[in-house]
């Protein structure tokens, strides 16, 4: 393995990684405050990126980056106020049940508003072209500024969450919602209040995901296991575990999909003969990069298995 591909990848795969936590991180904030999986969160990533395209072609990309997380703050928290809020009561399962429904309504709706094929939402100028060469080969400004804006909003939470009053009755609220009330707070307010802004994180990683990469309707889909797995091997609820998780799965898969290794390399390097004759060869012959989209879902097996809390996990229910 040479230095050019570990440094490249290694950088692609972190970019690729803070991305992965702008999005698990709402969810994650959603779950740790009001115990509710959210499945339409991808679904406000795919907005996200249509209102960016949408508002940037009347008033430029950078008023968009403002503009389009503050509109999905707005639905998301209309969404909890008037339905998630109703069928609270309920318990879980009717939860999960209408945030499925909203993620199939938002997919008919931007399909019907946007078209079934690919927008064309581009990088803004300042964000074409290389940032800088390295061993021959170009790292994409438009990467660095997905890097630097997943680090921005990661301190811009944890002093949100730490260093604030309104992060201290959140994190009360959580585990006291009666006190909190008791002391004259409005904790429904509150979950509101954390739901659209769980949805808007959401929203913000559509805005530079998706002229990063691609706008388009199977745009949520994409992503929507694999943030779940990053929230569930993190640990459900904890923000540092989807940080660290999300590193992870960026990381190998990005390494992955670059190494063309099989079992039987590994069988040649030890002196083993191998042969399409040889027992289980259609399996010994499958390389590294063949499996790469299988290898999170593997991870999140082998942690559930061996440590069901996640990696930084410490909610119980």
Same mark, same amino acid.
């Given at each position: 393995?040479?230095?050019?591909?570990?440094?490249?990848?290694?950088?692609?795969?972190?970019?690729?990684?803070?991305?992965?936590?702008?999005?698990?991180?709402?969810?994650?904030?959603?779950?740790?405050?009001?115990?509710?999986?959210?499945?339409?969160?991808?679904?406000?990533?795919?907005?996200?990126?249509?209102?960016?395209?949408?508002?940037?072609?009347?008033?430029?990309?950078?008023?968009?980056?403002?503009?389009?997380?503050?509109?999905?703050?707005?639905?998301?928290?209309?969404?909890?106020?008037?339905?998630?809020?109703?069928?609270?009561?309920?318990?879980?399962?009717?939860?999960?049940?209408?945030?499925?429904?909203?993620?199939?309504?938002?997919?008919?709706?931007?399909?019907?508003?946007?078209?079934?094929?690919?927008?064309?939402?581009?990088?803004?100028?300042?964000?074409?072209?290389?940032?800088?060469?390295?061993?021959?080969?170009?790292?994409?400004?438009?990467?660095?500024?997905?890097?630097?804006?997943?680090?921005?909003?990661?301190?811009?939470?944890?002093?949100?969450?730490?260093?604030?009053?309104?992060?201290?009755?959140?994190?009360?609220?959580?585990?006291?919602?009666?006190?909190?009330?008791?002391?004259?707070?409005?904790?429904?307010?509150?979950?509101?209040?954390?739901?659209?802004?769980?949805?808007?994180?959401?929203?913000?990683?559509?805005?530079?995901?998706?002229?990063?990469?691609?706008?388009?309707?199977?745009?949520?889909?994409?992503?929507?296991?694999?943030?779940?797995?990053?929230?569930?091997?993190?640990?459900?609820?904890?923000?540092? *575990?989807?940080? %660290?998780?999300? @590193?992870? $799965?960026?990381? #190998?898969?990005?390494?992955?999909?670059? !190494?063309?290794?099989? =079992? /039987?390399?590994?069988?040649?390097?030890?002196?083993?003969?191998?042969?399409?004759?040889?027992? *289980?060869?259609? %399996?010994?012959? @499958?390389? $590294?990069?063949? #499996?790469?989209?299988?290898?999170?879902? !593997?991870?999140?097996? =082998? /942690?559930?298995?061996?440590?069901?809390?996640?990696?930084?996990?410490?909610?119980?229910?």
């Amino acid at each position: 393995m040479n230095s050019e591909f570990f440094v490249i990848s290694l950088l692609n795969g972190v970019s690729y990684g803070l991305l992965l936590f702008m999005l698990s991180s709402g969810l994650t904030l959603i779950f740790s405050m009001m115990g509710v999986l959210n499945f339409a969160h991808t679904s406000f990533y795919m907005l996200g990126a249509y209102f960016a395209f949408t508002i940037s072609g009347v008033v430029g990309f950078w008023p968009a980056l403002v503009l389009a997380p503050l509109a999905v703050f707005a639905l998301g928290a209309a969404f909890e106020r008037y339905c998630l809020r109703r069928v609270h009561k309920f318990g879980h399962v009717p939860e999960l049940l209408v945030t499925f429904g909203l993620s199939y309504l938002i997919l008919e709706v931007v399909q019907l508003v946007w078209g079934r094929s690919t927008v064309p939402y581009g990088l803004p100028t300042q964000l074409q072209g290389p940032l800088f060469t390295l061993y021959g080969t170009q790292f994409p400004k438009s990467r660095s500024f997905v890097m630097l804006v997943a680090l921005l909003m990661l301190v811009s939470v944890w002093l949100l969450l730490t260093r604030t009053r309104i992060g201290l009755v959140i994190q009360a609220a959580l585990k006291y919602p009666h006190m909190v009330e008791a002391l004259g707070h409005n904790v429904p307010r509150v979950f509101m209040l954390v739901f659209g802004g769980g949805a808007a994180l959401a929203g913000l990683a559509g805005v530079i995901g998706g002229n990063t990469y691609v706008t388009e309707p199977a745009m949520a889909a994409s992503v929507g296991s694999i943030i779940f797995v990053v929230v569930v091997v993190g640990g459900m609820g904890s923000l540092a *575990g989807a940080f %660290l998780a999300s @590193l992870l $799965i960026g990381l #190998v898969q990005t390494f992955a999909v670059a !190494l063309d290794y099989s =079992l /039987i390399h590994v069988f040649k390097a030890v002196g083993v003969a191998v042969t399409d004759q040889t027992f *289980g060869y259609p %399996l010994l012959k @499958l390389t $590294i990069s063949q #499996v790469a989209p299988i290898l999170p879902y !593997l991870f999140l097996v =082998l /942690i559930l298995i061996f440590r069901p809390k996640g990696l930084l996990g410490t909610r119980e229910d």
